[in-house]
Nanobody
C-alpha cells in the first residue's frame, strides 16, 4: 500500500511563493514518475507539472518559468516550488505517482493566492 501526503499549501499574496511537498510512504521507492495536478473550484483537474526519472520535467504553459518540480528519492519526497504566484493559481493541488502501473493520489492541499 502506498500513501501520499501533501503539505505546504496556504494563503499567500500575489507575487509570493510556496513550496509544496509530497511525501510517499509504504511499499514504494525510487519513484520514476511524479506529477502535480490542481483543481480550482468549479473546474476540471489539470496537470501542472511532471517529473520523470529525475530530470525530465514538463510544465503547463500557465506555470512555465514560475513553478519548478523536483524530487528527492532518498526521502521519497517530491516538491513543487511555486514562485510569482497569481490569483488564478488558487486551487487544491494534488500529488500523483505512477508506480508499477498503479496510480496513487494524495488528499490535496489548498493554495489560495490573494490579489
Amino acid at each position: 500500500q502506498v500513501q501520499l501526503v501533501e503539505s505546504g499549501g496556504g494563503l499567500v499574496q500575489a507575487g509570493g511563493s510556496l513550496r509544496l511537498s509530497c511525501a510517499a510512504s509504504g511499499s514504494i521507492s525510487n519513484i520514476n514518475y511524479m506529477g502535480w495536478y490542481r483543481q480550482a473550484l468549479g473546474k476540471q483537474r489539470e496537470l501542472v507539472a511532471t517529473i520523470i526519472r529525475g530530470d525530465n520535467t514538463n510544465y503547463a504553459d500557465s506555470v512555465k518559468g514560475r513553478f519548478s518540480i523536483s524530487r528527492d528519492n532518498a526521502k521519497n519526497t517530491g516538491y513543487l516550488q511555486m514562485n510569482s504566484l497569481k490569483p488564478e493559481d488558487t486551487a487544491v493541488y494534488y500529488c500523483h505517482v505512477r508506480y508499477f502501473g498503479y496510480d496513487y493520489w494524495g488528499q490535496g492541499t489548498q493554495v489560495t493566492v490573494s490579489s
